[in-house]
């Protein structure tokens, strides 16, 4: 009897772990984490380093995204997956260094195919002449559930007070 206690326990683990893990609320923090992550190019990255985020971004859009920052008037708008990309690549090459650090999840409210989060974050945006983004920022990201997973449809970013 005791020989199967710890193959149980084992096994009642991994599934409350595997749960755990799936869950929604997890796959979606992750994709956030994900989406920060690939925005985020260090002053030393290569181009080609850098171009290389354009496919994980790829499996992050939705078809249609929707953009709102007061930042940058450019920005604002719905725009095409393919548009974001090749936004994505100018800004790959153009850009000295972009930096985006979560610094508080406020949290996530999901709702059958749809979910919103909303954390706090500094952001940098550093081209040769200017920064159109640098400090802290207040984020609101929207997810739609796909046949292939969560999509981001709209991020709305606002300046911290």
């Not at 954390?119 to 550093?126: A, M, P």
Request: charged share 25%; with cysteine; aromatic share 12%.
């Amino acid at each position: 009897m005791k020989r199967f206690i710890v193959p149980v326990i084992f096994v009642v683990g991994g599934i409350v772990f595997c749960l755990w893990w799936y869950s929604p609320t997890q796959m979606i923090k992750r994709r956030t984490a994900s989406l920060l992550g690939t925005l985020t190019m260090a002053a030393g990255d290569g181009k080609a380093n850098r171009h290389m985020g354009a496919y994980s971004l790829n499996g992050l859009l939705a078809a249609q995204v929707e953009l709102e920052t007061p930042t940058i008037a450019e920005a604002n708008g719905s725009f095409e997956r393919e548009e974001l990309e090749s936004a994505f690549t100018w800004l790959c090459d153009q850009a000295r260094q972009t930096r985006f650090e979560m610094e508080e999840f406020r949290g996530i409210t999901i709702s059958g195919e749809k979910a919103q989060v909303k954390l706090s974050l500094t952001g940098l945006v550093e081209l040769p002449t200017y920064k159109p983004a640098d400090g802290k920022y207040d984020v609101t990201f929207d997810w739609v559930k796909e046949k292939d997973g969560w999509r981001l449809a709209r991020a709305v970013w606002n300046e911290s007070h």
